[in-house]
C-alpha cells in the first residue's frame, strides 16, 4: 500500500523482491554501447537512438501516452483530466542530457499517470543544443501550463532532476510556485564534489558535453547551488549507495536550513533510477510519488 512520506529523512530497509534480487544480480551496464566520439554529431545520434532502443520506447497499453506539442515543446502526454486540487505533472528524463527520451521515460511516467496527468517533455539534447537549451524546453512547459487554473508540479530522474529542480527554482523566483516536487535518483550539482558523475571519466565526458562553456557551478546547472527559499514540498528518492545519494543528502540539509518541507527517501539494495525496470520497488516507490505529488497542490503563484 502507498503512502505519502512524512518530512524528513529516513533510510527504506526492506526485504528486497525476489523480482530486485534477480535483475540486480544479472544487471548490465546502464550504458552498454560504447560512447562514440562526441565531437561525431551522427556518431552520437547514432547512438542515441541504439541506446533509447535497449533501453525501450514502447508505450504503455494500460496508460497510453499521446503527442502534444505545449509551450513550443513535444511532449507526451498521459493520465486522467486533473481532478479537484490535484497537479498536472511535468516530468524530466534522465540520461545524461544526451541520451534518453519522453519515450524511455514511459516505464515512469505511466505509472505515475495512473492517478495525476503527467506531460513528458521531449527537450532538446546534445550534440544539436547544449545548455541552457533542455532547462528552457522544461521550463516552457511549466510557464505553459502555469498559466492555467490547475495547479503543475515538477518532477524527473537523474539529470532529468537537476532540470526538473532548477526549472522550480525559477518559476518560483518568478512567482509561479509549483505545486511540489519530486525527485528520483537526482543530479543536483556538476562541479567535482562528492557523487558527481564528474569522478566517472564518461560521465565526466557527457556533463562537459552538455554543459559547454557554461560554469558548472551556474545554479541553473547545478541547483544544489541555488538559492532553495521559496521553494513547494520536495520528495527525493534515491538508492542509500549510490554515489549521488551524498548530493541528495546535502540537498535535503540545505533546503531544511532554507525553510523548505523536503524528504528524502534513501532505498537499501537499490540502485540508481531502479524506477525505471518492472519491479514492486519501484511500484511502491512511484506510488508514493503519486501519492505525494497528489498531497500537496500547493499555490501555482508565491
Known sequence: ?????????????????????????????????????????????????????????????????????????????????????????????????????????????????????????????????????????????????AAGDTPVALAGDSSGGALALSAAVTAAARGLRPAAIALFSPLLDHVSVPGSPLADDEGRRLIDYYTGDADPADPRLSPLRAELGGLPPVLIQAAADEPLAAQARELLHRAAIAGVDITLDLWEGMWHTWHYHALPEADQALAEAAAFLAATPGSRRS
Not at 541520451?99 to 524511455?104: F, I, K, T, Y
Not at 524546453?137 to 501550463?145: E, I, T
Open 1 to 145: 500500500m502507498s503512502s505519502t512520506p512524512a518530512a524528513g529523512s529516513f533510510v527504506r530497509r526492506h526485504q528486497m523482491s525476489p523480482e530486485a534480487a534477480a535483475y540486480k544480480a544479472r544487471r548490465k551496464p546502464s550504458v552498454p554501447i560504447q560512447m562514440p566520439d562526441l565531437t561525431d554529431h551522427a556518431a552520437v545520434a547514432n547512438w542515441r537512438a541504439a541506446t533509447n532502443a535497449l533501453w525501450g520506447e514502447d508505450d504503455d497499453p494500460a496508460v497510453p501516452h499521446r503527442r502534444e506539442v505545449i509551450g513550443g515543446i513535444a511532449c507526451l502526454v498521459a493520465g486522467p483530466p486533473p481532478r479537484a486540487g490535484a497537479p498536472i505533472v511535468v516530468y524530466a528524463h534522465g540520461g545524461g542530457y544526451v541520451l534518453g527520451s519522453a519515450s524511455v521515460a514511459i516505464t515512469i511516467t505511466a505509472r505515475l499517470a495512473r492517478t495525476l496527468r503527467v506531460v513528458s517533455v521531449d527537450y532538446r539534447q546534445p550534440p544539436e543544443c547544449s545548455f541552457p537549451a533542455a532547462l528552457d524546453d522544461v521550463l516552457a512547459v511549466y510557464l505553459a501550463l
